[in-house]
């Protein structure tokens, strides 16, 4: 998120900070298509630009941040199917790592 403009890293930090103590940011909701693992997206925009921070905190009682990105098309407001493939293939690694240490 070091790319993110100030005012949207702040507004996922606090996002972050919330699910750390077990509360949903106002928002956060659960990203389509990941339906039952724990997938959440916060989404700001800022400066006519679209922001996404995808974690999830399914897994060890953890905030795992998935990926954090600009959305760069312009068809529509669905998430491109690159960040969705890095999203799974991250819920993955971090799924596999729970079950290793379970």
């Not at 916060?42 to 990926?67: A, P, Q, S, W």
Request: net charge positive; hydrophobic share 35%.
């Amino acid at each position: 998120m070091q790319g993110f403009p100030q005012e949207v890293r702040a507004v996922c930090g606090v996002a972050l900070y919330w699910a750390q103590k077990g509360c949903k940011h106002p928002q956060a909701k659960p990203l389509k298509g990941f339906k039952g693992t724990g997938v959440v997206e916060v989404i700001e925009g800022f400066d006519k630009n679209t922001y996404r921070c995808v974690y999830t905190v399914k897994y060890e009682d953890k905030v795992y941040v998935l990926h954090a990105f600009q959305k760069k098309s312009k068809k529509g407001i669905a998430t491109p199917k690159l960040d969705l493939d890095l999203i799974s293939a991250r819920l993955k690694a971090v799924k596999d790592r729970a079950e290793v240490k379970s």
